[in-house]
Nanobody, 126 residues
């Protein structure tokens, strides 16, 4: 079992920055792939970024490339999402997700992830 707890959400003006954190606990072998997703009301949960633990490989959605950075501190069991140059369209609930194994090509598929956090709200005003 894996538990994920997000924090760091809030309200910010367009152009601002936020850093989200996700503290993970439980079976570390089930956390080889860790990702951030986001969801707005009435829409599907969409992938934002993924990092493959121990390899440092990262993947990003086109909408956030160059603005967001995913990273992790294994000693602290913490996943981060640094969000810069925020836009109103980045407003969403952001979720941390984890799984033990998947083809890297499937990183953006929501159903590939077994474990999810409760989400943290990010609101960007214009």
């Amino acid at each position: 079992q894996v538990q994920l707890v997000e924090s760091g959400g809030g309200s910010v003006q367009a152009g601002g920055s936020l850093r989200l954190s996700c503290v993970a606990s439980g079976d570390s072998t089930s956390r080889n792939y860790m990702a951030w997703f986001r969801q707005t009301p009435g829409n599907e949960r969409e992938a934002v970024a993924m990092i493959r633990s121990n390899f440092g490989l990262t993947f990003y959605a086109d909408a956030v490339k160059g603005r967001f950075t995913i990273s992790q501190n294994n000693a602290k069991n913490t996943l981060y999402l640094q969000m810069n140059s925020l836009k109103p369209e980045d407003t969403a609930i952001y979720y941390c997700a984890a799984d033990d194994s998947m083809p890297s090509s499937m990183w953006s598929v929501r159903t590939e992830y077994q474990y999810w956090g409760q989400g943290t709200q990010v609101t960007v005003s214009s």
